[in-house]
């Protein structure tokens, strides 16, 4: 009886076939890490001040500084109030000004925000600061916990109706809330909106599987820059739904798994499909390798991390910088999958990433070494 790996080396193990497949199901990898920008790119404590226009009404005349005099109080540090603002009166601005004003209250026509990094963040479009500021947690939350229901969803769905589908549908709903992201008029739509291997041999099944996140990394410095020259999120949406609307043309032309054919009993389309790619790969394959097969099974990881933000430097220096180690991490995983094996490259990885995350309790707070972090990070 032949397994599926004796007809991967008949038809090619690693042949032209293998390669388009490799890249183009690596390439929605290269999109992927676009979706942290709204969350990583933030801003979470802008400088502001209450918008409190309401006096204008009243004097149309007062300049900036003196607005701010007479409607914003003051904290310990002589600074202006971020949250609070005084009780707006109907009162002539005569009066205001001979008496002032001491009642003080939450802000309630919004913030005026100065000096960000960014033109638009989710925090200054829906005003996530002061009481709301806890709410960028809860989209976070909210985000990972889409990750999770979606591997809980599409893992079953790719075993009973095939990998193809459960390749091109998860990218097809990637398009359409990326821009419905882009287009959220509010936070609770926004929340709302945020929910390759099997054809390469076991000889070249350490590249297929370390390549692909090593496209997650390239796609971790593209953002970088991205987000240093487009600095308004919902523009960063539209663009990021751009390749992803590549992606989501191609997938479609993506064959199926053979192996999953050859485990739901369709073995005549397995065997036309097998008999494609050897064309492809321009090699023959016997008849009497296609009369029995026996289907085999592969797992493969993925890892996302939304914490790059809080290293204390440049976000933008930050986020490239962590794409960049990303790279040679996955190019050197190839070479130890092919040396030492899965078993112990895994447990050696899970172990010295461990230890490194223990190394920070023996650092005083505030004080943690950005490369310790960033592996913890990574790990």
Same mark, same amino acid.
């Given at each position: 009886?032949?397994?599926?790996?004796? $007809?991967?080396?008949?038809?090619?193990?690693? %042949?032209?076939?293998?390669?388009? $497949?490799?890249? %183009?199901?690596? /390439?929605?990898?290269?999109?992927?890490?676009?979706?942290?920008?709204?969350?990583?790119?933030? #801003?979470?404590?802008?400088?502001?001040?209450?918008?409190?226009?309401?006096?204008?009404?009243?004097?149309?005349?007062?300049?900036?500084?003196? #607005?701010?005099?007479?409607?914003?109080?003051? &904290?310990?540090?002589?600074?202006?109030?971020?949250?609070?603002? /005084?009780?707006?009166?109907?009162?002539?601005?005569?009066?205001?000004?001979?008496? %002032?004003?001491?009642?003080?209250?939450?802000?309630?026509?919004?913030?005026?925000?100065?000096?960000?990094?960014?033109?638009?963040?989710?925090?200054?479009?829906?005003?996530?600061?002061?009481g709301k500021a806890n709410v960028v947690g809860l989209a976070q939350t909210v985000f990972m916990a889409g990750i999770l229901l979606g591997s809980l969803l599409f893992g079953p769905f790719a075993e009973s109706f095939g990998r193809q589908r459960a390749t091109q549908i998860p990218m097809v709903i990637m398009l359409i809330f990326?821009?419905?992201?882009?287009?959220?008029?509010?936070?609770?739509?926004?929340?709302?909106? &945020? &929910?390759?291997?099997?054809?390469?041999?076991?000889?070249?099944?350490?590249?297929?599987?370390?390549?692909?996140?090593?496209?997650?990394?390239?796609?971790?410095?593209?953002?970088?820059?991205?987000?240093?020259?487009?600095?308004?999120?919902?523009?960063?949406?539209? +663009?990021?739904?751009?390749?992803?609307?590549?992606?989501?043309?191609?997938?479609?032309?993506?064959?199926?798994?053979?192996?999953?054919?050859?485990? &739901? %009993?369709?073995?005549?389309?397995?065997?036309?499909?097998?008999?494609? +790619?050897?064309?492809?790969?321009?090699?023959?394959?016997?008849?009497?390798?296609?009369?029995?097969?026996?289907?085999?099974?592969?797992?493969?990881?993925?890892?996302?991390?939304?914490?790059?933000g809080n290293f204390g430097l440049d976000i933008f220096f930050t986020q490239l910088m962590f794409g960049l180690t990303e790279i040679p991490g996955h190019i050197l995983c190839i070479f130890i999958l092919e040396y030492l094996g899965r078993k112990i490259s895994l447990m050696s990885t899970l172990l010295t990433g461990g230890f490194?995350?223990?190394?920070?309790?023996?650092?005083?707070?505030?004080?943690?070494?950005?490369?310790?972090?960033?592996?913890?990070?990574?790990?």
């Amino acid at each position: 009886m032949a397994d599926f790996g004796e $007809i991967l080396r008949s038809i090619g193990d690693f %042949g032209l076939f293998q390669k388009l $497949i490799l890249l %183009g199901l690596c /390439f929605p990898n290269l999109v992927l890490p676009f979706h942290l920008a709204s969350l990583i790119f933030i #801003q979470s404590d802008p400088e502001r001040h209450c918008n409190t226009d309401w006096i204008l009404r009243a004097g149309s005349n007062l300049s900036s500084e003196e #607005q701010l005099n007479l409607t914003v109080p003051r &904290q310990e540090d002589g600074t202006f109030s971020r949250c609070l603002m /005084f009780t707006p009166v109907d009162w002539d601005i005569d009066i205001i000004r001979e008496h %002032g004003l001491n009642q003080t209250t939450d802000c309630q026509n919004g913030w005026v925000y100065n000096n960000i990094v960014y033109e638009a963040t989710i925090v200054t479009d829906f005003d996530l600061v002061c009481g709301k500021a806890n709410v960028v947690g809860l989209a976070q939350t909210v985000f990972m916990a889409g990750i999770l229901l979606g591997s809980l969803l599409f893992g079953p769905f790719a075993e009973s109706f095939g990998r193809q589908r459960a390749t091109q549908i998860p990218m097809v709903i990637m398009l359409i809330f990326t821009v419905t992201t882009g287009l959220s008029p509010n936070f609770y739509l926004y929340m709302a909106s &945020q &929910q390759s291997t099997e054809w390469v041999a076991v000889t070249k099944r350490s590249y297929a599987s370390c390549l692909s996140p090593t496209f997650s990394g390239v796609g971790q410095c593209i953002l970088a820059g991205m987000i240093f020259f487009i600095r308004d999120w919902r523009l960063a949406q539209f +663009v990021m739904a751009v390749p992803i609307a590549v992606v989501a043309v191609y997938i479609w032309f993506i064959p199926e798994s053979a192996r999953w054919l050859l485990d &739901q %009993g369709k073995k005549e389309e397995a065997k036309k499909l097998i008999l494609r +790619v050897a064309a492809i790969n321009k090699r023959t394959v016997p008849d009497t390798i296609l009369e029995k097969v026996k289907f085999s099974l592969n797992l493969s990881y993925y890892c996302l991390s939304l914490n790059v933000g809080n290293f204390g430097l440049d976000i933008f220096f930050t986020q490239l910088m962590f794409g960049l180690t990303e790279i040679p991490g996955h190019i050197l995983c190839i070479f130890i999958l092919e040396y030492l094996g899965r078993k112990i490259s895994l447990m050696s990885t899970l172990l010295t990433g461990g230890f490194t995350c223990f190394l920070i309790l023996a650092v005083p707070q505030g004080k943690v070494p950005t490369g310790i972090d960033l592996h913890c990070v990574m790990i």
